[in-house]
């Protein structure tokens, strides 16, 4: 697995934000809210309405092609986002609000879809919403009849199938999965492992960042 390193409060206006790395993919999140929802035809009663943005720095992949703001990919991403996302946030303690997340790649190297899922855990952790578990993610790979854990871009673009896992560790759930290609069922099953152990490790430092980060707080505070 890639070197990760992750820090929160990046964006100080922001209720909860985070900077992920995972290798040289680099990705931004900031979470907004709980507030109030802009667009009343979308409150919900029973729930808090939860809405991702995903977007990619014209300067992330070293290409010189402008992206559209609202392309496909893009659109296909932030949906991924949102519904992992929900699926562990405690939404029906904050019903008629809306949680914003914003996710933008700085740099982009293989597991952008991981490192942003990852940036947005860290964030809502940090702005204090309540969540079932820490979603954590990660992918892997099956290149030269060997597993692979967290794919760098050259490895991502071999062509060989790409299972991207998103885990609740402390309850044992797959909330994410998806592969580009079709793989033998035990293979499949190797890999997808290996990716969960990627996610449980993930999980784990997450888990110390955010021990790190209430114990500054504490000691800010004089506690």
Do not use: W
Not at 31 to 46: A, C, H, K, L, T
Not at 150 to 155: I, S
């Amino acid at each position: 697995m890639r070197q990760i390193r992750a820090e929160i409060g990046a964006v100080a206006k922001a209720d909860g934000s985070a900077v992920f790395e995972m290798g040289n993919t680099k990705v931004i999140a900031a979470v907004y809210g709980p507030r109030e929802v802009q667009n009343r035809s979308q409150q919900m009663n029973d729930k808090a309405l939860v809405r991702c943005e995903y977007s990619m720095a014209n300067f992330s992949t070293g290409d010189r092609m402008r992206k559209p703001k609202g392309d496909r990919r893009s659109t296909e991403i932030s949906l991924v986002i949102r519904q992992t996302m929900e699926a562990c946030i405690l939404t029906h303690l904050m019903p008629r609000s809306q949680i914003d997340i914003f996710v933008q790649v700085l740099q982009a190297d293989g597991g952008t879809r991981s490192a942003c899922i990852n940036a947005a855990t860290l964030a809502l952790a940090d702005a204090g919403i309540p969540l079932r578990d820490l979603v954590t993610s990660c992918s892997s790979g099956y290149l030269n009849s060997t597993p692979l854990l967290d794919l760098n871009y050259v490895e991502d673009s071999a062509g060989g199938p790409d299972v991207t896992v998103g885990f609740l560790p402390k309850l044992d759930k797959v909330t994410l999965l998806q592969m580009d290609s079709k793989l033998p069922i035990d293979i499949f099953e190797n890999v997808m492992q290996l990716a969960i152990e990627g996610c449980k490790a993930v999980a784990n430092y997450i888990r110390e960042i955010l021990l790190e980060n209430t114990k500054q707080l504490e000691y800010r505070r004089g506690l």
